[in-house]
């Protein structure tokens, strides 16, 4: 084909009579066009928003979580008998042993023994429930952040939590009210509020009371077992060897599941299956948007279908002049895309602004929606709802670039 005869095809393919033709129905056609284009405001509306929402709860959570990924929290997996009483718990030795194991791939690393429980709180009036921490002195400033208040360092206090304090109405100086470990009740006063460290698995000073291990020992029957061992370290290359060598020191070889002194928790492995979690909620919602879409795809299929039966007497003078097949099917699909591109370029505007509300309510941080992995959702939303349009028009123009001339000029 020659040159000539190229651009001749291309013109006709592109010609502007046949947009001046799409634009002209529409426009004779203008409420149910708009009624179509409503479908898919709606449809990118639901499907972005959803998105948005759900990407931007996962940012959130995953910026808690990535907070903890550098540490590994060890247990107990075997009893003791102690005092003839079988328990659980890490020894003295069992720490040691751990502390051996991590020396030998690094010394960039802090092991904070802990003990763990739970209480019943009164203060005043009020009675609730609350995790309860003990932690060594020294150990209490590397895993906790005190927003006001002093460190404690002996029975005389502890520390509470910042969704605890706003919670109860607790300040520094509050009474707690609890019972020890002979039954008794005591009372013990709150010297440092600590700023909210947010979910995770191991531990978290949100609703937390942390108090020295020696006031600890004082509530509960601890029999000098740690509850779990916490092992921080500032590189995270150091994770995968370090349980290497714990697994290889206390529980034989690397791949054994039996007879085992100690359980590990990585806590990367939490926040990994929490992201996976937070997509498939997104991917959730996002079909569910998905419906609102399909229903404005079915409302356009049917709005061109009619068109196309509404115009046969004018396709067939078309075509009896000249007009190619080709043009007919683009001048339908003129019809499809600027309705799509309209509806879904309002609808990602809509989006954006409704998210931003609703994000900035939810959250309380407004930032959240300017992150790439949100923002992406609005183009994404703009090109589904474009091709959804251009897909439910394409069997109308098929239909109509394929009607016999004679037979489209001889019907009414």
């Known amino acids: 084909m020659s040159k000539t005869s190229s651009a001749s095809v291309v013109g006709k393919l592109i010609s502007p009579i046949i947009f001046e033709l799409s634009i002209r129905n529409l426009r004779l056609n203008f409420l149910r066009s708009l009624l179509s284009m409503v479908g898919i405001i709606i449809g990118v509306v639901a499907i972005t928003s959803l998105g948005m929402m759900g990407a931007a709860f996962s940012s959130d ?164 077992l740690y509850t779990s061992a916490m092992v921080k370290t500032g590189n995270l290359d150091n994770l995968d060897p370090m349980v290497e060598a714990i697994e290889k020191r206390l529980n034989g070889r690397a791949d054994r599941k039996t007879d085992d002194r100690v359980s590990i928790l990585d806590a990367r492995q939490f926040a990994a299956a929490m992201q996976e979690g937070l997509g498939m909620i997104s991917l959730f919602l996002m079909a569910i948007g998905g419906i609102s879409l399909l229903v404005a795809a079915i409302a356009i299929f049917n709005v061109m279908l009619m068109s196309v039966n509404e115009r046969i007497r004018e396709i067939g003078i078309l075509r009896s002049i000249g007009t190619l097949r080709s043009q007919v099917l683009l001048m339908f699909l ?79």
């Open 61 to 224: 959570m995953t910026s808690i979580l990535s907070s903890s990924t550098n540490s590994l929290t060890i247990s107990s997996a075997d009893e003791k008998i102690v005092d003839g009483v079988s328990v659980n718990g890490l020894s003295s030795k069992d720490l040691r042993d751990i502390e051996a194991a991590i020396r030998t791939v690094t010394s960039d690393y802090s092991l904070i023994p802990m003990y763990r429980g739970s209480k019943s709180i009164t203060s005043g009036k009020d009675g609730f429930s609350a995790s309860v921490y003990g932690l060594e002195p020294g150990d209490i400033p590397d895993l906790v952040t005190i927003s006001s208040g002093k460190t404690p360092r002996s029975t005389e206090g502890v520390l509470i939590g910042q969704k605890l304090a706003d919670d109860y109405d607790l300040r520094i100086g509050s009474r707690l009210m609890m019972t020890d470990k002979n039954g008794a009740t005591t009372a013990v006063r709150v010297v440092g509020i600590m700023e909210n460290s947010g979910m995770s698995l191991t531990f978290s000073t949100d609703r937390a009371i942390v108090g020295t291990a020696t006031w600890f020992e004082s509530m509960a029957s601890t029999h000098k």
């Open 334 to 412: 003129y019809e499809a895309i600027i309705i799509g591109l309209i509806g879904a370029l309002i609808g990602g505007i809509l989006s954006a602004g409704a998210s931003a509300v609703v994000i900035g309510l939810l959250f309380g941080n407004i930032a959240l929606m300017f992150t790439p992995a949100v923002l992406v959702y609005i183009p994404y939303g703009i090109i589904i709802g474009i091709a959804v349009c251009l897909l439910s028009g394409l069997y109308p123009a098929w239909k109509a670039a394929n009607l016999n001339p004679v037979e489209a000029l001889a019907s009414d």
